[in-house]
C-alpha cells in the first residue's frame, strides 16, 4: 500500500477536545515557536534522507510490523502490541517483539525475556530467562509486562532494533516481528505501519515539541499504512477522523476500544471479575502519561473513584515511595470511613493525587466497607515483590476490543505477505552467530 502524503498543515490547527493542547503555558509555547518550526524541519530531513535512501535502512528477514504514534505519551501502544503478537501467534506465526525499553536501566546493549523457552530450545536460552525473569529495572515497565503476561513472546530491548530483530531471528526463529513505539524509527524497514492517535488526547495544537505534543510534523501521518484511533470510549474519535479525512490520509482507518479483563491481587491470591468495582469506593495507583484516563475507565466500571495518586510517567516507585503508599494504604484499611488526604509522590512531592469522587452516588455497601486500592497492568511489574501490603493492592488488567472490521483487513494483510512454506517457514540466514558470545 503506497502512502498517500498530505498537504501541509491547516494555518489554524484543529481544536483540542479534552485537555492541554500544549505541554507549556500559552505565553511560553508561543516564544518557543522557532524551536517548535526547528524541530519539524529536522524531522521532514530526516525523514526524507530515508525516503530517498541516503539513509540506510536494515530489511530484516521476516514479517515486520510497527506500531507507534505521533505525539509524546501514551496512546495505547503496549496494549496494541500485545494484541497483534497474540494474533501473529493464533494464526500460526512465530512473533517477538522489539522494543527500546524507555527509561531501563542496563549496561546491556540489548536485553532479552523469555520466559518460558519452548521444549527442545537452546540450553543458554533457559539460563537467561532465569537470569532475567522480566525484570522492569533492567528491560523496562512495559517490556516487562508484555513478557510476564506472555510467557511464551521473546521480548527484546535496545536502542539499536535493528540488531535486537537480527538477534531474534537466529535466537527464536521468529517469523515475525513487532516493533514497539517504531513509527519514528525508519532504520527498520515495515510490512505494515500502524499509527495510533488517541481519540481523547487527540494530536494537541498540531505543533511539534516544544510548543506541541507532536515528535514530528502533522505530515508524517502520511507514512500510516492504518490508522487506529484508541481509547474511543473517552474522546471524539468522529472528530479526529474527519481531521485525517481533511489531511487527505487515505489509509484505511479503525476505532478500537478497550475491555477490562478482571482484577487480579498484586500478590496473586485472588482474582475477581471487573464487575467487583460497581459501587465501591476506590483509590487509584499509577504512573502514566494520562492517568485521568485511568479513573475514567475506572468509574465506567461502576466504581467511585476516591483519589487518584498519580506519579511521573514511567516512574520507577522508590523505595521512599513505596514506605508511604504501604503506609496509606494500612491507614485506610485500619479506618474505612476516612477521608484519605492528598498522597505524595517521589520526593515528597504531590504530583497529581486529586479528589476524584463522586458525592452523589451512594453504595449500597456498610459504611465500614474498606475502599479498594488499584492500580495498572504496568505498575503492577513494578510494585510486584516490593510492596510490603500486596495483598491489599488491586491490579486491572485491560486489553484491546477491536472493531469487526479489523479482522477482514487483518486477514487481507497476512494473506499477502504468507512467507512460501507458511507463516512457520523459518528464514534464510546467512552468517549465523554464536548465541552464547552475545548473550549480555
Known amino acids: 500500500m503506497a502512502p498517500v502524503h498530505p498537504p501541509n498543515p491547516v494555518p489554524n490547527p484543529p481544536p483540542y477536545p479534552k485537555g492541554q493542547s500544549s505541554p507549556l503555558p500559552p505565553v511560553l509555547a508561543r516564544g518557543l515557536l522557532p524551536f ?212 487527505g490520509v487515505t489509509a484505511p482507518r479503525f476505532r478500537f476500544g478497550y475491555r477490562a479483563e478482571g482484577l487480579r491481587r498484586l500478590d496473586g491470591g485472588q482474582v475477581l471479575p471487573a464487575k467487583a468495582l460497581r459501587g465501591r469506593r476506590v483509590h487509584l495507583v499509577c504512573a502514566l502519561a494520562q492517568p485521568e484516563g485511568f479513573a475514567q475507565t475506572i468509574r465506567g466500571l461502576g466504581g467511585e473513584v476516591e483519589s487518584l495518586t498519580a506519579m511521573g510517567d514511567h516512574d520507577p516507585y522508590s523505595p521512599a515511595t513505596l514506605t508511604r503508599l504501604a503506609a496509606e494504604i494500612q491507614r485506610t484499611a485500619e479506618n474505612p470511613t476516612a477521608e484519605k488526604p492528598g498522597t505524595e509522590g517521589p520526593g515528597g512531592q504531590n504530583p497529581g493525587s486529586q479528589n476524584l469522587g463522586n458525592p452523589g452516588q451512594t453504595t449500597g455497601k456498610p459504611a465500614a466497607q474498606a475502599p479498594l486500592w488499584v492500580t495498572t497492568g504496568k505498575d503492577a511489574v513494578k510494585l510486584a515483590g516490593r510492596l510490603p501490603n500486596p495483598e491489599r493492592m488491586w491490579v486491572l488488567d485491560m486489553a484491546v476490543a477491536p472493531p469487526p472490521e479489523w479482522d477482514r483487513f487483518w486477514q487481507e494483510f497476512l494473506a499477502r505477505r504468507q512467507p512460501s512454506g507458511g507463516p512457520t517457514a523459518q528464514p534464510s540466514l546467512n552468517n549465523r552467530v554464536a548465541p552464547a558470545g552475545q548473550d549480555r
Open 36 to 247: 517548535s518550526w526547528l524541530a519539524a524541519g529536522l524531522a521532514r530531513l530526516r525523514a526524507g534522507l530515508y525516503r530517498r535512501g541516503w539513509m540506510t535502512t536494515t530489511r530484516l528477514d521476516c514479517l515486520v510490523i510497527s506500531v507507534g504514534n505521533l505525539t509524546v505519551g501514551g496512546s495505547g501502544k503496549t496494549p496494541m502490541v500485545e494484541f497483534l503478537a497474540r494474533s501473529l501467534k493464533e494464526a500460526g506465526w512465530r512473533p517477538g517483539v522489539v522494543s527500546r525499553g524507555y527509561r531501563r536501566q542496563s549496561l546491556a546493549d540489548i536485553s532479552r525475556a523469555r520466559l518460558a523457552p519452548e521444549a527442545g530450545g537452546p540450553e543458554w536460552a533457559e539460563s537467561r530467562q532465569a537470569a532475567v525473569q522480566a525484570d522492569p529495572v533492567g528491560l523496562g515497565d512495559e517490556p516487562s509486562l508484555l513478557a510476564r503476561r506472555n510467557p511464551w513472546l521473546p521480548v527484546y530491548v535496545g536502542r539499536n532494533r535493528a540488531l535486537a530483530g537480527k538477534l531474534a531471528l537466529i535466537w527464536d526463529r521468529t517469523t515475525a516481528l513487532v516493533l514497539d513505539d517504531g513509527y519514528q524509527h525508519l532504520r527498520v524497514a515495515r510490512d505494515l505501519n500502524l499509527l495510533l492517535v488517541d481519540a481523547a488526547r487527540g494530536l494537541g495544537n498540531g505543533k511539534t515539541l516544544p510548543s506541541g505534543w507532536l515528535r514530528e510534523p502533522l505530515s508524517a501521518m502520511g507514512r500510516a499504512d492504518a490508522v487506529i484511533f484508541t481509547k474511543v470510549e473517552q474522546g471524539d474519535a468522529d472528530f479526529w477522523e474527519d481531521f485525517f479525512i481533511r489531511q
